[in-house]
C-alpha cells in the first residue's frame, strides 16, 4: 500500500522530471490502491504543441520519475497508460533499484556556453554506441552548419507573433515575478543577465520585434549559434514514427539521465524536430528512417561547476490533488 507520506515523497521525486518550457501539466491523486495521473487543463502550449505531443511527452517524463523514485524503494509500479486519465499507477511487486534513480537530482537544464573538455569525445562515442535512437554530431563543423540551421528555424518560429507571446507568457525575466521559483523559464536558468532578460523581453514585444526584422537586426538578437558551437557534441534523438508520446517521453527523460551519468549537461534544441523544413534536412542529411521521428536535439557538454539554486517547481499542493 502507497501511505501518504510515501507517495508525497515519490511526487516530490517525480517533479525533478523535465517538461516542455517547465509548464509541469502533471498532477497526482492516491486512490485506495493505485495512482491517478492527470493533466492540469490549464497547462498547455496550444500555439507551440497544438496536438498536445510535447504536454504527452511531459507526462511521460513525470511517470518515469515517479516509476524511478519507486524502485529506488523497492516497489515496481505497472503503468497503464491512457482511459480518463493520462495513466494509472499500481504497485507490481517488488523491484531493484535502477542505477539511473541516482542521477536525478543532478540532472540540469544547461543553457550557457560549455567548458572545453578533452574527454567529451569518447563519452560522446559511448553514447552514440549504446543508445540506439541516437545520433550523435561531433566534427565542429558539423555543429556550426547544426547551429546555423537552429538560428533559421528559430526565426521562423519568432516570427509567428502568437508563438512569440505564448513563449513570453512562460519566461520569468525578474526575480521580481512570482512565478520565478515555481515554473517556466526564469532569466537565471536560461543563462540570463537581469540585462539581457531585460533586452529579451523587449525584442520580443509585438511591433518590436517586427520592426527589428524589417531592418534585419532580429535574426541576430535572437541567435544562439555561438552558443551551440560551444557543444562537444549534438545528440539527434528519433524513435518510432507510430510510438505514443507518452511512452516517447518516459525514454526521453531516461536518456538525458544517461547523459547525466556519462558527465555530461545538456540543453533540448527542440526547434530543429519542431521545424517541418529543418526536421525532413536533419532526417536526409542523417539518414534517418521514414519509420522514425526526430524528436528533439540536445546540445552535449560539460558545464561550469559551480553551485546551482534548486530547480523551478510547483508546490506538492499544487501537484497532488485530493482523492
Known sequence: MLYPDLFRALVAEASLAPSVHNIQPTRWRLLDDSIAVLADPARRLP?????????????????????????????????QPGGSAVAALTLDGAAEPDPLAAQVSRRRTYRGRFEPAAEVSAA??????????????????????????????????????????????????????????????????????????LGAGLVLKPGIFEALDRVGAAGSLVA??????????????????????????????????AFTAAGLSASPMAVLADDPETSATLAAEYGLSPDCRLITAFRLGVAPQRALPPKPRLSLETLILPA
Open 224 to 257: 544562439e549559434a555561438p552558443v551551440v558551437r560551444t557543444a562537444a557534441g549534438i545528440a539527434l534523438f528519433h524513435r518510432p514514427a507510430d510510438e505514443a508520446p507518452f511512452e516517447t517521453g518516459r525514454r526521453f527523460y531516461r536518456l538525458w539521465l
Open 124 to 197: 560522446c562515442d559511448a553514447l552514440a554506441y549504446v543508445h540506439a535512437d541516437l545520433v550523435v554530431v561531433q566534427a565542429p563543423s558539423r555543429i556550426a552548419d547544426l547551429a546555423a540551421l537552429y538560428d533559421e528555424a528559430s526565426l521562423r518560429w519568432f516570427r509567428r507573433s502568437a508563438y512569440r507571446a505564448e513563449l513570453l507568457s512562460w519566461m520569468r525575466l525578474s526575480r521580481r515575478d512570482p512565478n520565478w521559483t515555481h515554473d517556466g523559464l526564469n532569466a537565471q536558468a536560461m543563462e540570463m543577465s537581469s540585462i539581457e532578460a
Open 47 to 79: 500555439i507551440g504543441d497544438p496536438e498536445g505531443r510535447d504536454v504527452a511527452v511531459s507526462h511521460g517524463c513525470a511517470v518515469e520519475g515517479l516509476s524511478l523514485a519507486a524502485a529506488a524503494r523497492g516497489l515496481r509500479l505497472a503503468v
